[in-house]
């Protein structure tokens, strides 16, 4: 056979295999493979400092559907928009005990890593995901957790801790996803889960946490955007019966809370079938019917609450107007209606020791009402969650004794977010960003540098931009806007948003990251409202509405309410309101304390775990397979950071392999030499890269490990390896 058609014709047979299993190929000849779909490590990138041909390459592999691309160890998608045949169980397969750079690049093989490292090195893992809305953070968190209890060994007596782990997903995004403008499934609360294993590598149990729901979609959401699924789920797919008893019309146009977006049907979402899947998964947790009956008894209340309205009567009293509505809360809620309605309306408040009730008007019953659904949505959730903890807790004494179980962790928060206004929550999430990318720097950087310190490597640190300045501005003491926002939150009188927004002027004014639309000479900067203020953040500069600002972060529900809500005869709400709070005067933590609280508790949970990177990719904003919008694109790549991560990966050394398993892999390439030899592990690396004709940039020794600065050296000892192998 000539040898072109020979090349051709392993070409077509290894190009098949690629996007099979995705084996790198390197072709020399006219249309070489990495032309048509790039290189599968951006660390291979001859340019790579240069962000066109970063996007360049992502493009090209996007194209092909290879959506995955490494930097180093740090996994990139770019949310293809369609479903793709390589999450199958023989994907998963492949994918097992195999290393980065022998197959291609692909969620099981960081999956599989982070399993190997806990496995061998029995320490704890976590990966951390993240992107912006709709890059696909929660499917990729989806298929690690498949890949996990698809892949690892059950343990006897414990198999169903596998469909445990997997069944809380669809209830989590019942209760805690809505369609918005950006995703049609966006996850409105942050997450982290454990999943725990034991000594023998079986999936033992699991534990999550979660972070700042967004409550206020409870009672209003933007146009083109719903509440969370669970409200249609269950007018759609709940049986006659259920309907009936909750007092509930079927359609959702009907309900104040749920008609605000205009927008009771998504065609990505068949919420009858959604409704079925949920209830079978209450049940797979462990939820007995009584517990579901009052789980959906409260989500029936919150329409209720929705639907509730107030009227002024002559002498200028605020009172109930819709008494069918009163009457369902009673029942529901399993509280007193007349005490409801009374608590509702008016509020107590202790002066000088004395109590004293005063009524409220229409517009502040209105908000109370507003503010008691908001509370007891969120309290369900997080009562939802320690439910499903119970549930997914190993409970074996061993285990808490805490010898045999280590953990993975993943988490799936939100990406930074910029809306047209943007309001509190924003700025929560965003903040949660900076702390992430704060840890991110601290971990890339400070591990690469204590590797290569315990093995006496000299390295060349690389610049970077440190976001702490921005960590700082919002969460510092007594200076940060966190404690400025709380001090107004705190003080009598007549503080208001404004109020705030003018602290913030006086004390953060003239700070590099932080601008209102006052300028220093006096004059105005057009492109700050006079109610906002600017963040400079890491990926960006995001204009803040203080609107609401105050309110947000009071997070107060008067306490009659929460004296009513805490003798409810429905379970599930007597244990999400308890006395203790309604006795204890004290004022609860504002919404964004709690918040920089949790987030420092969670940094220090990943800190104390070995991490890895995912890094999800939005490719278009129409939600579209196959297009793929560069300017989007860039901004992403900006913002994540990934020309920066390129750099460091390049600064340092791509691979590392300590020097058994180095040798026991390539020792074949070298057959003169083994298996007759005998001398220790370091000389025989040197011996085999001698071998290898590796020149001294390429590589250096350290005290355990051999050090490869480029994939590519390893890359051609792999083509080596495979070339010697029978056809
Ligand atoms: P948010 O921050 O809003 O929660 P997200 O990053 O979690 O967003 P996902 O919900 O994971 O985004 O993904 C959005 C949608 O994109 C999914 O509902 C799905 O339709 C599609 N998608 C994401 N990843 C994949 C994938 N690997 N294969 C096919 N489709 C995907
Ligand atoms: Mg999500």
């Known amino acids: 056979?000539?040898?072109?058609?020979?090349?051709?014709?392993?070409?077509?047979?290894?190009?098949?295999?690629?996007?099979?299993?995705?084996?790198?190929?390197?072709?020399?000849?006219?249309?070489?493979?990495?032309?048509?779909?790039?290189?599968?490590?951006?660390?291979?990138?001859?340019?790579?400092?240069?962000?066109?041909?970063?996007?360049?390459?992502?493009?090209?592999?996007?194209?092909?559907?290879?959506?995955y691309t490494y930097i180093g160890s740090v996994l990139v998608s770019v949310n293809p928009y369609k479903e793709l045949e390589i999450y199958s169980r023989q994907h998963m397969e492949r994918y097992r005990g195999v290393n980065f750079y022998e197959i291609s690049p692909h969620i099981f093989a960081l999956a599989d890593n982070s399993y190997r490292a806990l496995r061998t090195e029995r320490r704890d893992q976590c990966i951390l995901i993240s992107g912006e809305s709709g890059a696909g953070k929660t499917e990729a968190s989806k298929k690690i957790l498949l890949y996990y209890t698809t892949t690892c060994p059950a343990r006897e007596n414990n198999a169903s801790i596998r469909e445990r782990l997997l069944q809380s997903n669809p209830v989590?995004?019942?209760?805690?996803?809505?369609?918005?403008?950006?995703?049609d499934n966006s996850s409105r609360f942050g997450k982290y889960m454990d999943i725990q294993f034991d000594f023998k590598g079986c999936p033992i149990g699991g534990h999550i946490l979660n972070y700042l729901l967004e409550k206020s979609r409870v009672v209003h959401q933007n146009h083109g955007e719903r509440n969370f699924h669970v409200f249609y789920q269950l007018l759609e797919g709940g049986e006659e019966d259920l309907l009936k008893r909750l007092g509930l019309e079927r359609n959702p146009q009907q309900h104040h809370y749920l008609v605000k977006g205009c927008c009771p049907r998504v065609s990505s979402i068949n919420d009858r079938n959604d409704w079925k899947t949920v209830n079978k998964a209450l049940t797979i947790i462990g939820f007995n019917e009584a517990e579901v009956e009052k789980l959906f008894d409260i989500v029936g209340s919150v329409i209720h609450l929705g639907n509730t309205q107030f009227g002024e009567d002559e002498d200028g009293e605020t009172h109930i107007t819709t008494e069918t509505q009163l009457r369902y809360l009673s029942k529901l809620l399993g509280v007193n209606g007349s005490e409801l309605s009374q608590a509702l309306t008016h509020r107590k408040i202790t002066a000088k020791g004395e109590e004293m009730v005063s009524p409220l008007n229409l517009e502040q019953a209105i908000l109370s009402r507003d503010a008691l659904a908001k509370g007891v949505y969120r309290r369900t959730f997080t009562w939802l969650v320690a439910k499903i903890n119970q549930s997914l807790a190993f409970k074996d004494d061993i285990y808490y004794s805490g010898k045999c179980s280590s953990v993975i962790g993943l988490l799936d928060i939100y990406g930074f977010e910029v809306f047209q206004i943007n309001s509190f929550e924003?700025?929560?999430?965003?903040?949660?960003?900076?702390?992430?990318?704060?840890?991110?720097?601290?971990?890339?950087?400070?591990?690469?540098?204590?590797?290569?310190?315990?093995?006496?490597?000299?390295?060349?640190?690389?610049?970077?931009?440190?976001?702490?300045?921005?960590c700082d501005l919002v969460e510092e003491k007594h200076?940060?806007?966190?404690?400025?926002?709380?001090?107004?939150?705190?003080?009598?009188?007549?503080?208001?948003?404004?109020?705030?927004?003018?602290?913030?002027?006086?004390?953060?004014?003239?700070?590099?990251?932080?601008?209102?639309?006052?300028?220093?000479?006096?004059?105005?900067?057009?492109?700050?409202?006079?109610?906002?203020?600017?963040?400079?953040?890491?990926?960006?500069?995001?204009?803040?509405?203080?609107?609401?600002?105050?309110?947000?972060?009071n997070n107060l529900l008067y306490r009659n309410l929460k004296e009513v809500m805490c003798q409810s005869e429905n379970p599930?709400?007597?244990?999400?309101?308890?006395?203790?709070?309604?006795?204890?005067?004290?004022?609860?933590?504002?919404?964004?304390?709690?918040?920089?609280?949790?987030?420092?508790?969670?940094?220090?949970?990943?800190?104390?775990?070995?991490p890895s990177y995912m890094r999800c990719i939005k490719p278009n904003d129409g939600k579209q397979p196959g297009r793929f919008d560069e300017v989007l694109v860039r901004h992403q790549v900006k913002y994540l950071g990934l020309m920066e991560s390129l750099r460091v990966r390049r600064a340092g050394f791509a691979y590392r392999r300590h020097y058994q398993a180095f040798l026991q892999r390539y020792k074949s390439l070298c057959p003169d030499t083994w298996p007759s030899w005998e001398g220790n592990l370091a000389d025989g690396v040197a011996t085999l890269v001698k071998h290898l004709s590796y020149t001294p940039e390429e590589y250096k020794l350290g005290r355990s490990k051999i050090f490869i600065r480029f994939p590519r050296t390893l890359f051609i000892t792999e083509d080596a390896l495979e070339a010697r192998k029978p056809s």
């Open 479 to 553: 200076k940060g806007i966190i404690a400025i926002l709380d001090e107004e939150c705190l003080r009598p009188g007549d503080a208001s948003d404004i109020t705030f927004l003018e602290k913030m002027e006086d004390t953060l004014g003239g700070h590099a990251h932080f601008v209102t639309h006052k300028l220093a000479n006096g004059k105005t900067r057009k492109a700050v409202g006079r109610e906002e203020f600017r963040l400079l953040h890491y990926a960006g500069e995001v204009n803040y509405s203080t609107n609401g600002f105050l309110d947000k972060n």
């Open 572 to 610: 599930i709400m007597s244990q999400c309101f308890n006395r203790e709070e309604v006795i204890d005067q004290k004022r609860p933590e504002t919404a964004a304390t709690q918040f920089k609280f949790s987030l420092a508790k969670l940094m220090e949970i990943l800190m104390s775990k070995e």
């Open 172 to 183: 989590l995004e019942a209760f805690g996803n809505a369609k918005t403008l950006r995703n």
């Open 426 to 470: 924003q700025f929560c999430i965003n903040y949660c960003n900076e702390k992430l990318q704060q840890l991110l720097i601290e971990l890339t950087l400070k591990s690469e540098q204590e590797e290569y310190e315990a093995e006496g490597i000299a390295w060349e640190p690389v610049n970077y931009f440190d976001n702490k300045i921005i």
């Open 1 to 67: 056979m000539p040898t072109s058609q020979k090349r051709n014709g392993r070409y077509v047979a290894e190009v098949t295999k690629y996007q099979e299993v995705g084996v790198r190929l390197v072709m020399e000849g006219a249309l070489t493979a990495r032309d048509r779909v790039g290189v599968q490590d951006f660390l291979l990138l001859e340019n790579y400092t240069s962000e066109a041909a970063f996007i360049e390459n992502l493009r090209r592999r996007f194209r092909e559907n290879l959506i």
